[in-house]
């Protein structure tokens, strides 16, 4: 029973491959009458797909398809001529009537110079899975409708120079074996090119996306060339791999830019783009020069765990929101001069080797270098000069220092740094670096005593107003009088200031002695200059300006309330001007003695 039924089956599977063979062979007489062209069986077959609204399809699937592909002889080779395919796709074949659903063909294959250059296209096509043998070209050509192109094989040159896609344009899984060149087009809807295989070098150069462009998973195999491209809506190059080099300079990215754990095997050039939404190459790998110079980021920036083999050029850039590099690694000379970071520049767990060039940069925000390691040569300023770095524009003056009180404390990367420039003879930059870090370590200390008192509870009155006391005692005795040995200003400052606070002090206690001497001494600047040199001689330890030989001898009776204080002003002159030279003795030592 199961036999008869077996054979049933492949009795009426005959009849009907049979019938559907006559009814092609009758259909592609009339079609070869109405259009005047003598076509082929496989371009017959299309004819009558496509005046039905349905799909032309040459993939062979199953065995009733083989068997009826036998029958219907010389569909075996798939061939579409190139004078068929152009007069098709142009609508320029008579009595034929394409539906809405536009021209639908898989499997095809074209073995000959395909030419439609400046040709209007008025269907939704669909190629897809396609083989072009010979070159393609549709410069200056216009698609009206969608266009797909998936899937399909170019093994010559393809040329899109100039096309306009009024709607979406679908190469996504395409092969081009040789040179595709999509240079001035104009995408106005979606333009897929995810998972795309350009094996030779692929031209985008002053292309405008108005819709998504996708080129997640695209492999460029050579040089891939963007510039001066537009990317009006989302641009999407994830997990691309660009084995030649990636060409994005003057670049136009309107929205987010993806470019996540994209593979630059080549040189990446980006230099003087514009990144005006978020830009992510967070995980994205660089092995040769990667250029950002005179980039600029409007949006936030995400380089978190990007990995920089060759040398990473920013020099000039411009970040106006938060950046992001946490985690990265260069392993090349890395480039930051002149950089301008409006927010926060985030370089937490960053590893620099060998060189990292940082000078020249301003920073407007925090900027973080938590655990970073291995760089052996930053470059980077602490101090500012107006006449270094001139204008941000023409009416305002940078008044922005640079790292220093930008940089958020972290005592390891302190003590690396100071190493750092120590190693390098920057000892200006070394001085102010260490100034810095002991201005953050004591704020940091005063910030977590004051957290502690009011969270935790744990320390007592008498504690916290002593740990207090030491740290404002540290302010007034190593910062603001001798800046922690590293500013000769501040020491200079500090002796000015106790030789001018006694003056007006001497000068009135010793008033009513003067006044009874000679006529000269009643002048009042003749005595301030007196009180001058007397303070002056106080305050100098080891030094006499022989004052008590020009002036008389200062005499108070044993009730005046006046004696007192005298001897205790020039007490404690004399212990000040003591510490006064100890401070000055450590400063030549660390300053001028190395």
Known sequence: MKTLLIVCLALFS???????ALAISERCSEIEQKSGLNLNEAECYVLERLEKGELAHFKISDDWQAKFQQRFSKLGNRRLRANF???????????????????????????????????KIPYTITLSNCNFEEEVEFESAQFLAMADFSAAQFFADVEFRGTQFSAGAYFGLVQFFKKANFSESYFSGKADFGWTQFSAKAYFRKVQFYGR???????????????ETQFLSRAYFYESQFSGKADFG?????????FREALFFGNANFFKAQFSGKAYFFKAQFSGEAYFGKAQFSGNVDIEGAQFYGEAYFGKALFSEKASFGEATFSGSTY?????????????????????????????????????????????EFTYSPDKFGYENENTTITLRELKNHLKYNETFFIALLKNFRDMGWYKEADDCYYTYRIEKRKNRL???NKKSEKEKKLTAIIQMWQRAKLYGEWLLLDLTFGYGVKPKKIFWTFILFWAFFIPIYSILLRHQWIKKQKWFKDPHRRFFRATVFSLDTLTPGVNFRSEATLPPYTFSHSDFRKPIFNFCIRFQQILGWYWAALFLILFSKIWIR
Request: proline share 2%.
């Open 14 to 20: 005959s009849c009907l491959i049979n019938t559907l």
């Open 85 to 119: 395919l152009k007069r098709l796709l142009t609508g320029n074949l008579p009595d034929l009537e394409i539906t809405d659903k536009g021209v639908r063909i898989k499997f095809a294959s074209v073995g000959e110079a395909l030419d439609l250059k400046g040709a």
């Open 213 to 227: 462009a996708d080129f997640g998973g695209t492999l460029f195999s050579a040089g891939a060339y963007f510039s």
């Open 250 to 258: 003057w670049t136009q990215f309107s929205a987010e830019a993806y």
């Open 336 to 380: 930051f001069s002149q950089v301008t970071f409006i927010k926060e520049a985030n370089f937490s767990s960053c590893n620099f080797a060998p060189k990292s060039m940082f000078n020249k940069s301003l920073f407007h925000d925090t900027v973080l270098f938590n655990d970073v390691s291995g760089f052996s040569k930053m470059f980077i």
């Open 447 to 449: 910030k977590e005593l």
